[in-house]
Nanobody
Framework: QVQVVESGGGLVQPGGSLRLSCVAS????????MGWYRQAPGKTRQMVAT???????EYRDSVKGRFTISKEDAKTVGYLQMNKLEVEDTAVYSC??????????????WGPGIQVTVSA
């Protein structure tokens, strides 16, 4: 079993910053990949940023230059630094992790999501 928990969301004014954290616990050993996704009301879930084991990152165009994804190699912990937030960034943000577990299987797990609201 793998548990994923996000934290760091909340309400922020346009132009502000937030740092989301993603902690994976249980029998996951490390990250092969980690990603942040978001879903706004009435819209489909969209990829925000992903990072692979070797540090290769990918971002959706609308967040490039504003968001930064990172991870701690020694722990199953990842982050999403969000700067210059815009009203359009308002959504529920979810963390997805994939990696080997102690039982020999590759686990793919999602956190419950956390609300990010950008409003004046």
């Amino acid at each position: 079993q793998v548990q994923v928990v996000e934290s760091g969301g909340g309400l922020v004014q346009p132009g502000g910053s937030l740092r989301l954290s993603c902690v994976a616990s249980g029998n996951i050993i490390s990250f092969d990949a980690m990603g942040w996704y978001r879903q706004a009301p009435g819209k489909t879930r969209q990829m925000v940023a992903t990072i692979t084991k070797d540090g290769t990152t990918e971002y959706r165009d609308s967040v490039k230059g504003r968001f930064t994804i990172s991870k701690e190699d020694a722990k199953t912990v990842g982050y999403l630094q969000m700067n210059k937030l815009e009203v359009e960034d308002t959504a529920v943000y979810s963390c997805n992790v994939r990696g080997p577990s102690t039982d020999g299987w590759t686990r793919n797990s999602w956190g419950p999501g956390i609300q990010v609201t950008v409003s004046a």
